[in-house]
């Protein structure tokens, strides 16, 4: 918006919505996306309890959610598989 383009936040947010309809999703900030950026390059796969917990801390914020660091393999691979989705639609990767 500050070069007078629009950068289709609308479209995403609205992507996101229908991705997620029973939560109210919001985009990355831009420090949020650094910081999903720097853990899923670090973890190759392999994610320890502290990348786990800013993983569900991001999520959390950005699902207005109330989710805890589990144990459960599953529930750690859809956590990851949503932030995913959000981090592919964010204003940044267009």
């Given at each position: 918006?500050?070069?007078?383009?629009?950068?289709?936040?609308?479209?995403?947010?609205?992507?996101?919505?229908?991705?997620?309809?029973?939560?109210?999703?919001?985009?990355?900030?831009?420090?949020?996306?650094?910081?999903?950026?720097?853990?899923?390059?670090?973890?190759?796969?392999?994610?320890?309890?502290?990348?786990?917990?800013?993983?569900?801390?991001?999520?959390?914020?950005?699902?207005?959610?109330?989710k805890k660091p589990s144990s459960?393999?599953?529930?750690?691979?859809?956590?990851?598989?949503?932030?995913?989705?959000?981090?592919k639609n964010s204003c940044k990767?267009?």
């Amino acid at each position: 918006k500050v070069l007078g383009e629009d950068c289709n936040c609308s479209k995403r947010r609205d992507t996101l919505n229908k991705m997620f309809p029973y939560n109210k999703v919001r985009q990355f900030t831009e420090d949020e996306q650094k910081i999903y950026e720097e853990v899923i390059d670090r973890t190759k796969g392999t994610i320890t309890g502290k990348d786990q917990a800013i993983l569900v801390k991001l999520y959390n914020k950005v699902f207005n959610a109330n989710k805890k660091p589990s144990s459960c393999s599953s529930c750690v691979k859809q956590t990851v598989q949503k932030l995913e989705k959000v981090y592919k639609n964010s204003c940044k990767n267009e």
